[in-house]
């Protein structure tokens, strides 16, 4: 039996409302047409300019980012890279430990930026947001995928093709302390979670696949009126989120309202784990609201599917209008889990805990998976009740890089098909997982 820590998932102490010394890549890759060509173009040194070393390279060509620090990088639009074929793209491959004291923003068509994830931990680190964006009201970038990484928050707006995955996406702390909405953990100004056309372009062929997003919230007064929460989709023709787990995000987990251009359409959200929205932190962890909430009665909105997910809701839910006369006759439900939220989730990680009582008891021996039972078939796996989850998470080399959840802290066993090893179980909350065999 191996085990691996989960430092890189140390967003999930907020809980759901949901090592060793030789390094592991575990690195998910996307579906995308951009493969790295294993000839290198250019090498971009510590603090160095993405941009220029995209500007420069030729199509199809790949760009080591070397480790260290760098400032924030935007990459501009390029106008021989426009609507190539995918195989031409430009790839960006990080090399070691690299953090990006900023944002991190892709307004050039045509490339692939990809981290690693070493023995759970995220090797790229952005300290705003990560985003494809443009200015422009006549172009717009295209053939984008972002891949293994850390963020605080991220955007796509005016863009076509783009894929993100493989994200872990907060903490992100509101606060209008300075005067204005900024977020506590960023480097620089962001904005929050959104797919927004800004008036220009309405994204088009957006996939999010694999990611977490936690932890977007704030404190009153601070947060004043700055609007926050999981995701905000204010514009999309074709729109897929899949594999994705959210929790302890504020109000809401997804908001589809179009305050400027055209009603959303075309949506779909399969496969996802949404743990219970919540009220901001100085209100407490209150159970709020429902998963997906649609803002608008838009006759423009068409063809909303949601389908296969995990919501911890409970009575309220995983989808519904938060304005009376919503469209929601443009909107398919179908094959989706609702369980009840978890009574007594644990602290936020700057919560103190709700005693101090003092235990002579032995320390915690950590997650440990058994072997129950097996047939010709399945293979059943056992865990003692871990202190402090909020659920789990279950993976099998069968169907990485997706997970099936339960948002159930009392559980203590899965069922897995016969020779489909590894098989991974994390207990959400408590930043801890085990491999079997």
């Not at 963020?151 to 872990?168: H, L, N, P, Q, R």
């Not at 993976?395 to 489909?420: E, L, M, Y």
Request: hydrophobic share 35%; net charge negative.
């Amino acid at each position: 039996m191996s085990k691996r820590t989960l430092g890189a998932l140390a967003a999930l102490a907020g809980a759901l409302a949901i090592g060793g010394a030789v390094a592991v890549n575990e690195t998910l890759l996307a579906t995308s047409g951009c493969v790295p060509d294993a000839t290198s173009a250019a090498t971009v040194p510590p603090g160095g300019s993405w941009n220029a070393a995209y500007q420069s390279a030729a199509p199809g060509s790949t760009i080591t980012v070397s480790p260290g620090t760098y400032p924030a990088q935007s990459i501009l639009r390029r106008a021989d890279m426009a609507g190539r074929p995918e195989s031409d793209c430009i790839s960006f491959l990080t090399s070691g430990n690299v953090t990006i004291n900023g944002s991190l923003s892709v307004e050039g068509s045509g490339v692939l930026i990809r981290g690693q994830k070493v023995n759970g931990v995220y090797t790229l680190d952005v300290k705003g947001q990560v985003n494809t964006i443009t200015e422009s009201f006549t172009t717009h970038p295209d053939s984008i995928t972002i891949e293994t990484l850390k963020a605080v928050t991220f955007g796509v707006y005016s863009s076509e093709k783009v894929t993100f995955a493989d994200m872990d996406i907060g903490p992100a702390t509101i606060s209008k302390a300075s005067g204005s909405c900024q977020v506590v953990e960023a480097i620089g100004g962001t904005d929050e979670n959104k797919i927004n056309g800004r008036g220009r372009y309405v994204p088009k062929d957006i996939v999010l696949d694999g990611l977490v997003i936690h932890n977007q919230n704030g404190r009153n007064p601070d947060r004043a009126d700055c609007h926050w929460g999981g995701l905000f989709i204010v514009n999309a023709d074709g729109f897929t989120m899949r594999n994705t787990t959210m929790y302890d995000n504020v109000v809401y987990n997804v908001q589809i309202q179009n305050f400027v251009g055209p009603a959303p359409k075309n949506l779909r959200f399969e496969g996802n784990a949404f743990g219970c929205p919540v009220q901001w932190l100085d209100r407490g962890r209150i159970c709020t609201q429902r998963s997906i909430q649609l803002s608008t009665s838009d006759q423009g909105v068409e063809n909303i599917v949601i389908t296969g997910n995990n919501s911890s809701n409970g009575p309220n839910g995983i989808f519904g209008c938060f304005v009376p006369g919503c469209a929601i006759g443009a909107v398919s439900l179908s094959n989706n889990l609702e369980t009840a939220p978890n009574p007594n989730p644990p602290p936020l990680p700057d919560e103190p805990p709700s005693t101090t009582t003092t235990t002579t008891e032995p320390p915690p021996q950590g997650f440990a998976l058994r072997l129950v039972s097996q047939t010709p078939t399945k293979i059943t796996l056992g865990w003692d009740p871990v202190t402090g989850a909020v659920g789990y998470r279950f993976q099998s080399a069968a169907n990485a890089p997706k997970w099936s959840h339960t948002f159930d802290p009392t559980r203590t066993s899965v069922v897995f098909a016969q020779g489909k090893e590894p098989y991974v179980v994390q207990a959400l909350g408590v930043l801890d997982e085990d491999v079997y065999p």
